[in-house]
């Protein structure tokens, strides 16, 4: 699923490993959702709009196949 994860992890100035402490995960899951290698749970997605203050749409595009 196409999304702006990386873009809104360096505006908060956040490496991978430090976001994924921060929502509980591990940092190469953090690398394949920004590599569009993997899509993150419901809770997951909303754990990560929330440490950016912004809503899950901002984040993600379910609607374009991230092959496009």
């Known amino acids: 699923m196409k999304n702006e994860l990386d873009v809104y992890r360096s505006r908060d100035g956040l490496s991978q490993g430090e976001l994924a402490e921060t929502v509980g995960v591990s940092r190469q899951t953090i690398n394949a ?6 899509d993150p749970s419901l809770e997951l997605a909303f754990k990560l709009a929330a440490q950016f203050d912004c809503s899950v749409a901002d984040l993600f595009d379910p609607d374009i196949d991230a092959s496009e």
Do not use: A, K, N, V
């Open 33 to 38: 959702i920004e590599r569009e290698r993997y």
